[in-house]
């Protein structure tokens, strides 16, 4: 769906998609798991500035790649959103004046936004720092490289840090001394 300018310059425009899983493109990462829904609408804040405002929500659930053990995690997303688009050309000055509000802004050329990148973004925006399968995941071991979920390698993993074995050096050599 295109969220035209022109459209906006005489009414909201609402919207209520549900796309299939598959619809949006991410990236090799990530993919869209289900179906993806989504409502809200699409308004003016100045019609001068071409400033466009979109207010809504968004479930799905997409298939990423867990960052311990490389495994398929699947994580449902449930999110509001409050953006604000600004055409690229009038990115300076303005910027620094919606940055101290609590609203997400973007910028866009020509005449309009297309929904599925707005959605693409929220996603995105939604995902955890870090993607894991589970709490309990054990990732890879780092002696012999076996994913740990799957089965128990018994590798002894020494927890001294070898950069501080120059201080543990200088402790003795100190308490010696006194």
Request: hydrophobic letters at 35%.
């Amino acid at each position: 769906m295109f969220i035209n300018l022109q459209q906006l310059e005489q009414r909201p425009v609402r919207f209520k998609v549900d796309l299939p899983a598959g619809e949006i493109d991410f990236d090799s990462k990530i993919t869209q798991f289900s179906s993806l829904h989504s409502e809200g609408s699409a308004h003016l804040l100045n019609h001068a500035l071409g400033e466009i405002r979109i207010e809504g929500k968004l479930n799905v659930t997409v298939e990423a790649t867990c960052d311990r053990c490389l495994e398929a995690a699947i994580l449902p997303i449930e999110n509001q959103f409050d953006l604000v688009y600004m055409p690229a050309g009038e990115a300076s000055g303005v910027e620094n004046e919606i940055d101290q509000e609590a609203i997400e802004v973007g910028f866009y050329e020509g005449n309009g936004l297309e929904l599925n990148d707005v959605l693409r973004e929220v996603v995105l925006l939604a995902l955890p720092m870090r993607v894991v399968c589970s709490e309990a995941c054990k990732g890879f071991c780092p002696v012999c490289g076996r994913n740990r979920n799957q089965t128990d390698c018994g590798c002894h993993v020494d927890s001294i840090d070898d950069r501080w074995s120059k201080l543990r050096s200088f402790r003795s050599e100190a308490g010696h001394r006194n």
